[in-house]
């Protein structure tokens, strides 16, 4: 029986098999572009977070010089106000030897044509 076993067995090559394990190559293959797909996806997402960090930071920035902006324009709309006062006008005039102007007459204009084309 041993020897007709021995005759009828199959004969594999395993060198053959060694040379091409195609499920291995493929295996192997898929798994690197896996990793390289999950390490793109990673340093993508980086840059994203990055990108978002450096917004908020710059418009914090520009908040806080809007709110100073604001706060200069009414401390310059107050100084406007304080300054056309008329009191305050009345007694700058005052301190620069003005008077006030009594009667005041206003010249009538003729309308007339000056220059003729």
């Given at each position: 029986m041993c020897k007709k076993?021995?005759?009828?067995r199959k004969k594999v090559n395993y060198q053959a098999e060694r040379k091409n394990p195609s499920g291995f190559w493929s295996m192997r293959t898929g798994i690197i572009a896996l990793m390289l797909l999950v390490a793109f996806m990673g340093?993508?997402?980086?840059?994203?977070?990055?990108?978002k960090a450096?917004?908020?930071?710059?418009i914090s920035k520009l908040e806080i010089k809007a709110s100073d902006?604001?706060?200069?324009?009414r401390n310059l709309e107050l100084q406007v106000i304080e300054l056309q006062?008329?009191?305050r006008i009345e007694q700058k005039a005052r301190g620069m030897a003005m008077v006030q102007?009594?009667?005041v007459e206003y010249l009538a204009v003729q309308q007339e044509k000056v220059a003729v084309r």
């Open positions: 076993f021995l005759k009828n340093v993508y997402y980086l840059g994203l977070i990055n990108d450096t917004v908020g930071y710059k902006l604001a706060e200069t324009n006062q008329t009191a102007a009594d009667n």
